[in-house]
């Protein structure tokens, strides 16, 4: 440690212990707020005034949220909550603030810091506790009251506020225990004293208790920051909290001080944990908009109180939303990493199709360019009213699917148009430090067509539970990747740690007009006393079809397995020797799994489990390749959205390739992988290119691409040549219109007229 983490944890284990004794001798001092308001008055995101125009434009544009918020309020009422993926948790006539109801386990009513939240058997799965402690529940209580005006909503709302504090005297129990739940206490507490703002409902006397809960939370957060505690998420949430207390509550005597010290936090934190790329160094879907939303927030309140915003902090959530905005080109993005649950404004907007919401936001704050892919939200609304409603009337398609990488995060997106289709590797690190909310998911893809998921990360279900589900959930076999003698490619130590966290290396990205093509590694398995390196090569052709390789190199025999999770909408038939993966409601299908005729990897396919939500667990089913074989071995899949009954074949008369050959109908695909930059033939082929594809439709060659090589011959033609190595060339045959392109400005020395060629091609 540091001297200064010395310090800071040092008088945190102080004031614990100084607050305990204080409770017990009965001197706890109620907080004292400012006799006189300062000169400026502090903006909301919304006035009095404008709350009726807000209400007016969700019922107007989004009524189906204010019917959800109604129904969801009518619930609360009746002490019955949805609560991350879990629905209608009854809490009974009296609510137990220290339940989880999930489990029916309550924590004890100590002293916060002793209660040992990570233990399941002493308390279940705090994050459910936690979830109804957040209080966002009595924001839709709020809201609720403001769409009806009902007081019965109002009524339930106070009854619990007083009931909440009566059971949670500080400092005693868990809800004192997790500085980042006092911070979203906070925010929602907030949001309800502004949309109860200028209503009979916001009694004098209410109002002041609020005043004053706050100032003790400001207090506990400053005084226990996830500085070097969990200094990510929960740092920039508590920051945020700070943030909006010092701005909204000027009464409050160390108002000036939060609001600085948050701001402060805030803009430091976006620069240490967003990586240049833009993508949250958590590598984790529903981390990157946690954090996303929490900076949103913050940077839209502080343009309405005139707080001056840096450029640099904007630059960071323009790329954070350019990241979000590129996973969502084919649909709602696929997740990745740790689910949390949780959410900033919304806790029923949790799933995969809802982490699309900060686009609406960021369209908002600049421009409709920035935020492909936006579309209308509740959240939106309250924030910018009509100008929200303005931009973002029609939801706005997301511009034809492009490929993108974002290098620093390891995330490499491969597009497709006719269909509309996107494949995600995952090739950058597992996470930072221990990697608490990444996956041991290296090299893993996802695949989206036409919006909807189709190979998916099975999500993550649990943090805590009296079985192994945690480890299950983010382990390699849960993730479309190899695994190893049945082993992860790093070791779970703890829920949030993993040891020998495996290396990443990209070996090649080329994209093209005509395709795409990434070649990389991890070393995750090289601990096995047989070391294993494993390798992966996806190439995809426009239009055409996906290529996974797989290769696993070492020594000895081991057990191979690479698993592909399918979405729960999905069931997998068998049709001439291949996997069709249909609609189970309309038999539709969507894709075809192909791999070589007499092929040692047996296939079989069994129900597995996904969670789209944290607490909500699918049966989906699961494709698995095995292969129990001496290294070095490999299997390769084929992927085609629109497919023919086509069969692979491997060509066995490689030298120093490996070649696989595609038939269908009057086509047939050869592709073929060079070995450490060696000339190589096969047949009749010839090349020194890493990557040699070429189509042959009616005899003709149709289309052809060659990746780190200089020369490709077929017999004694030559059909490109180039002086010099080039990255890529590719020439393609439209409508019998000849292109072709280059990587380089280099111009091929040679380059074959594609006249009909003999049917032994």
């Not at 709350?51 to 109604?70: F, G, M, V, Y």
């Not at 609020?210 to 957060?221: D, F």
């Not at 430090?433 to 893993?444: N, R, V």
């Not at 038999?587 to 969670?611: D, M």
Request: charged residues 20%; proline residues 5%.
């Amino acid at each position: 440690m540091s001297s200064d983490e010395v310090r800071v944890r040092l008088t945190q284990e102080v004031w614990k212990r100084v607050d305990v004794l204080l409770f017990g001798a009965g001197l706890q001092t109620r907080p004292k707020l400012a006799t006189a308001l300062p000169g400026t008055i502090p903006r909301f995101f919304f006035s009095p005034e404008e709350l009726p125009d807000r209400t007016a434009l969700i019922r107007e544009h989004l009524p189906s949220e204010l019917e959800s918020t109604i129904a969801l309020s009518d619930k609360i009422c009746r002490h019955k909550f949805d609560l991350l993926g879990y629905k209608d948790l009854d809490y009974g006539q009296e609510i137990d603030w220290h339940l989880d109801a999930v489990h029916g386990k309550r924590a004890p009513l100590k002293p916060w810091f002793r209660i040992r939240y990570l233990d399941f058997a002493e308390v279940g799965d705090h994050k459910v506790t936690w979830e109804l402690n957040r209080h966002q529940h009595l924001v839709t209580l709020a809201k609720a009251y403001c769409f009806t005006g009902e007081n019965r909503y109002i009524n339930e709302l106070l009854t619990q506020w007083y009931a909440w504090h009566k059971a949670n005297p500080y400092p005693l129990g868990i809800n004192w225990a997790s500085t980042l739940e006092v911070a979203f206490r906070s925010l929602s507490w907030l949001w309800v004293r502004n949309l109860l703002s200028g209503s009979n409902a916001l009694t004098s006397s209410f109002d002041a208790g609020m005043l004053e809960a706050l100032q003790r939370n400001g207090r506990y957060i400053e005084r226990y920051l996830s500085t070097y505690f969990s200094p990510n998420t929960h740092l920039i949430g508590e920051a945020v909290a700070l943030f909006f207390i010092g701005t909204l509550c000027p009464q409050i005597p160390h108002a000036q001080h939060w609001q600085d010290l948050g701001w402060k936090i805030v803009l430091k934190e976006a620069k240490r944990q967003v990586r240049p790329d833009g993508l949250y160094f958590e590598q984790a879907l529903y981390y990157h908009v946690y954090a996303l939303d929490f900076f949103l927030h913050s940077r839209i309140l502080a343009s309405l109180n005139a707080i001056p915003i840096p450029a640099s902090f904007d630059a960071t959530l323009k790329r954070m939303l350019e990241v979000l905005s590129a996973l969502s080109q084919a649909g709602c993005p696929e997740g990745f990493g740790d689910d949390d649950g949780g959410r900033l404004f919304n806790p029923a907007r949790n799933r995969d199709e809802h982490m699309t919401d900060p686009l609406a936001l960021g369209a908002a704050v600049y421009g409709t360019e920035s935020a492909g892919g936006a579309s209308l939200t509740e959240e939106s609304l309250w924030f910018f009213g009509s100008r929200a409603a303005e931009l973002l009337r029609i939801s706005m398609p997301p511009a034809q699917p492009v490929s993108k990488t974002f290098q620093a995060g390891g995330i490499y997106l491969m597009a497709d148009s006719a269909p509309s289709e996107l494949l995600c590797i995952d090739a950058g690190p597992q996470g930072t430090g221990h990697s608490g909310h990444g996956h041991a998911d290296a090299l893993s893809i996802r695949l989206a067509i036409n919006g909807r998921r189709v190979l998916v990360d099975s999500g993550t279900y649990s943090y805590f539970s009296d079985n192994d589900d945690r480890n299950t959930f983010r382990g390699t076999s849960a993730h479309n990747t190899l695994v190893v003698d049945s082993v992860d490619q790093a070791v779970p130590h703890g829920p949030f740690a993993w040891s020998s966290i495996p290396n990443v290396k990209v070996e090649r990205w080329a994209t093209g007009k005509t395709f795409d093509y990434f070649s990389g590694h991890h070393d995750g398995f090289r601990r096995l006393s047989d070391p294993v390196l494993h390798r992966r090569f996806v190439f995809h052709t426009r239009r055409g079809p996906w290529l996974v390789r797989d290769c696993a190199e070492g020594i000895g025999t081991h057990l191979l397995e690479i698993f592909w999770h399918f979405d729960a909408e999905f069931k997998i038939v068998e049709q001439d020797g291949n996997l069709l993966v249909a609609r189970s409601a309309d038999g539709r299908r969507e894709l075809a799994l192909n791999t070589p005729a007499g092929s040692q990897w047996q296939a079989n396919v069994f129900s597995g489990r996904i969670a789209p939500a944290y607490g909500e667990v699918q049966v989906a089913p699961v494709v698995r390749f095995a292969a129990t074989t001496p290294l070095p071995a490999e299997c390769l899949v084929r992927l085609e959205a629109i497919a023919e009954n086509g069969k692979v074949s491997r060509l066995q008369e490689a030298n120093g390739a490996v070649a696989y050959r595609y038939d269908a109908s009057v086509r047939s695909d050869y592709v073929f992988f060079g070995q450490n930059q060696r000339l190589w033939s096969c047949g009749a082929w010839q090349s020194d290119a890493e990557l040699f594809y070429c189509r042959v439709q009616d005899g003709r060659i149709a289309h052809l691409v060659m990746v780190g090589g200089s020369f490709a011959k077929w017999t004694d033609r030559t059909l490109v040549r180039f002086d010099d190595q080039v990255e890529h060339f590719e020439w393609v045959l439209r409508d019998g219109v000849s292109e072709s392109f280059c990587s380089s400005e280099q111009s091929p020395a040679e380059l074959m007229h594609f006249e009909v060629l003999d049917s032994v091609l």
